[in-house]
């Protein structure tokens, strides 16, 4: 690991920056310090501070959805009240209203599982019922074009 000190410049300038855009840390100063080591770590190995909470490929182009503050920060902080590593919370998460046990993974599908789910078939008939497990949202076909069905990063279980 680099220096010390490369390490506290970074914090402070993730703290900075936050609070100059008007986000709010994890107060768990523990939680929050793991994070910026991983973020640290991250940036050290990748040249850029993927999220910690996630498996980076190591090329920029493909990770720069989760380069943080990730793509998926603002909406997950808006219906959780916290993002997926907790790095960034609000009042909600805070007042424990929201966010506190897991949040699903807003990120599409990881890449092997997609190349997995590319090799089958999935929908093949019309009015086939499809469900969630992560967010409860069913759906049901009305064209067959035989692709597999995902959602919140996985695919969706037949249900009927
Ligand atoms: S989930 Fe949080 S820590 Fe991870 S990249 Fe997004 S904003 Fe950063």
Redesign the pocket.
């Known amino acids: 690991m680099n220096s010390r000190k490369g390490f506290s410049e970074f914090k402070r300038g993730i703290e900075e920056k936050a609070e100059e855009t008007g986000y709010a840390l994890n107060p768990d100063r523990k939680a929050l310090d793991m994070?910026f080591e991983g973020?640290y770590r991250n940036l050290e190995r990748y040249g850029y501070p993927?999220?910690?909470?996630?498996l980076a490929e190591g090329v920029f182009e493909k990770d720069i959805d989760?380069?943080?503050?990730?793509l998926?920060?603002d909406p997950?902080l808006y219906y959780h009240g916290r993002?997926?590593?907790?790095?960034?919370v609000n009042e909600d998460y805070i007042e424990k209203r929201k966010g506190q046990g897991p949040i699903p993974e807003r990120r599409p599908m990881k890449r092997a599982a997609i190349s997995k789910v590319g090799d089958r078939i999935g929908v093949k008939n019309v009015g086939e019922r499809y469900r969630c497990n992560i967010c409860g949202n069913e759906v049901t076909v009305t064209k067959v074009g035989g692709g597999v069905l995902v959602c919140c990063g996985e695919e969706m279980e037949l249900i009927q």
């Open positions: 994070l973020l993927s999220c910690p909470c996630r989760i380069i943080c503050p990730c998926y920060r997950d993002c997926y590593c907790s790095l960034y």
